[in-house]
């Protein structure tokens, strides 16, 4: 019921990952889907690993500059990987 509510109101396809049993998607579809979880829970997981414990901010713009500094330090992080083989 609330896919379809968001199809149609928000014009949002939620890519939901279902049970055996359910036949909502085509198989295909459901593929994409797993795949694309993963690789953002992999993603969510090593910035959590990049986290301090607590992020010290005063305001809510120190606390987004430390996490977008955060993000863009793994991402650097994962280049220099990459570029060294």
Avoid: C
Avoid at 12 to 21: A, C, E, Q, S
Avoid at 51 to 73: C, N, S, W
């Amino acid at each position: 019921l609330y896919e379809d509510l968001l199809r149609e109101a928000q014009e949002v396809v939620p890519m939901v990952i279902r049970r055996r049993n359910s036949r909502r998607y085509l198989p295909w579809m459901q593929y994409l889907a797993i795949v694309g979880r993963r690789v953002v829970e992999t993603v969510g997981s090593m910035l959590h690993h990049l986290f301090p414990r607590r992020i010290h901010a005063v305001t809510q713009e120190g606390f987004v500059i430390k996490v977008l500094t955060f993000v863009l330090a793994h991402n650097i992080s994962l280049l220099t990987q990459k570029m060294a083989g």
